[in-house]
């Protein structure tokens, strides 16, 4: 019956265009057509175009993407699966823009770990947000956002929808789009987080500030025997012994502020070392010694580099499209659309290696 009924629909579009001129050719006095209006090949044009597009194989339905969760591998289209993925990495209540700007993110990071440096079998991707991107499943985000559920999941949808094949792409490949939540005034180059200096995760000015980020700034207080029983545990080789002033030394900062390296009794660690050891939320760091014990003052969150979660949701609200978002924040880059065959052959030569 859906069939039938869309069968009608469209011979009743494409006798539309035929119908109105009839119409028009038989009002007898009338010229048959006013000056202004669209000639009939435009209307028959317009309607080829409509038919053309309502029939348009979608590419995130076309891409086969393999999810790894805890129950085991599963295999879904990319639009599904990206739905999760946008649902669980930023708020559903930020601006249609920004939430656009991640579902290009996300996809382009997917074509990625399929294609360009896979870290799992077939081209895989996992749930795990240290590995790949984090992911909710229908039932968890029905859990999580409880009666705003449909209007949050409409919302996601239209945002990875109405993105439809988008990948950020340079030198014509698919980039490591990486994200974080919130930057320090501005974003970190690569080099300063991970080995290598990419061309475009360069550190650029990110516009939120503290009033747009709740916990933007965070504290820590570690109390000296804590901090010795920490370092014991993970980082056995520094030497605590001594006057507690000389444990934190030789702190060295990137441009951005954030914390490139430091040594800890004596042990040099990098600053993403250091967020780890004592559960930072950045490496945007300061610290105090106190009477009893160690004061970290953090601002952001996250690793720092490419797009910034809420510096895209100012900048959203400030009227850029994903678009501009996304050339911001991935230096270099250009957005380009798969179209569905594309896509297709991109994931299906991932599952083949
Ligand atoms: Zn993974």
Redesign the pocket.
């Known amino acids: 019956m859906e069939k039938i009924r869309s069968v009608l629909a469209v011979s009743f579009i494409s006798v539309l265009p035929i119908l109105l001129m009839a119409v028009i050719a038989a009002r007898p006095g009338v010229s048959r057509r006013p000056a202004e209006a669209a000639p009939a090949s435009e209307l028959i044009r317009r309607a080829g175009l409509w038919l053309e597009a309502g029939r348009a194989e979608q590419a995130d339905l076309a891409a086969e993407v393999l999810l790894?969760t805890e129950e085991g591998e599963k295999r879904m289209d990319m639009r599904s699966y990206l739905v999760g993925v946008v649902a669980a990495e930023m708020p559903a209540s930020f601006m249609p823009e920004a939430l656009e700007a991640q579902a290009v993110a996300a996809r382009t990071f997917t074509f990625f770990?399929m294609r360009e440096e896979p870290?799992?079998e077939n081209g895989a991707?996992?749930a795990?947000p240290g590995?790949?991107k984090a992911y909710m499943d229908a039932d968890r985000l029905k859990e999580r956002w409880g009666e705003r559920w449909s209007e949050n999941l409409r919302k996601i949808e239209r945002a990875v929808e109405g993105t439809d094949g988008e990948i950020v792409v340079y030198d014509g490949a698919p980039v490591f789009a990486a994200f974080h939540s919130s930057s320090c005034g501005s974003t970190e180059n690569s080099e300063n987080v991970w080995s290598g200096a990419l061309p475009y995760l360069r550190s650029v000015e990110s516009p939120e500030k503290a009033e747009d980020v709740p916990g933007y700034h965070s504290e820590l207080a570690i109390s000296f025997d804590e901090l010795r029983r920490i370092a014991g545990r993970d980082c056995p080789e520094a030497d605590l012994s001594g006057d507690p002033e000389g444990w934190l030394t030789g702190a060295e900062y990137s441009t951005t502020g954030r914390l490139k390296s430091v040594s800890l009794g004596g042990v040099r660690l990098s600053g993403t070392q250091m967020r780890k050891l004592f559960g930072l939320r950045s490496a945007a760091v300061i610290w105090e010694l106190e009477e009893d014990g160690v004061h970290f003052h953090v601002s952001g969150y996250g690793h720092g580099v490419g797009m910034s979660q809420y510096g895209a949701e100012v900048m959203a609200e400030n009227g850029a499209d994903h678009e501009e978002i996304l050339a911001h924040y991935y230096t270099g880059t250009q957005l380009e659309k798969l179209g569905a065959d594309a896509a297709r052959e991109l994931s299906r030569s991932a599952a083949e290696g």
């Open positions: 790894i770990r870290v799992h991707v996992c795990d590995c790949c």
